[in-house]
């Protein structure tokens, strides 16, 4: 049975941790949370992830050190991992993600992959942008990627 404990982001989003005591299995956000579950105890690995993203959202943490067993296909899980080479304050296209999988041409598949991590924050998909240098898309809204980047030192326009 996995472990499940929420924290409240700077940009009022709440996340939900999960983990299976070895690993951490999802970073997700919650829509219309209420304040009950943000009080609930976490296992040790939860509140060590806890504690690892406070500090990242605090402008203390530059890379995350939490053991992580995401569900994916192969190719999901070889984006992700590809995700997790992006350096803090760097970011890089859909298309270059899919040239780094072997995958020329195939910046779509990549975005699909990219959409469906199931670790975010940790598993830095916020870090992927569209070619034309806007922001392109992120679950559930894109002032949350905007806010992750911010929190790195870049900073988007987003054209409207």
Known sequence: MDN?????????AVLKITDDGEN???VSYVMN???????????P?????????SEYFNGMR????????????EFQRKIWSILCDIP??????YRHIAELAGI??????????????PIAVVI????????DGSPGGYTPDINYKLALLEIEGVFLQVHK
């Open 4 to 12: 499940i404990c929420y924290m409240k982001t700077p940009f009022d």
């Open 124 to 131: 830095p998909c916020h870090r992927v942008i569209s070619s």
């Open 45 to 53: 690995l939860g509140n060590e992830a806890k504690r690892q993203l």
């Open 24 to 26: 951490i299995r999802t």
């Open 88 to 93: 803090y304050g760097e970011t890089v296209s």
């Open 104 to 117: 020329p041409g195939g910046s779509r598949a990549a975005g699909q992959a990219n959409r469906k991590n």
């Open 62 to 73: 530059k890379s995350f050190d939490l053991p992580l067993k995401p569900h994916g296909t």
């Open 33 to 43: 949370a209420c304040g009950c579950c943000l009080g609930a105890l976490a296992s």
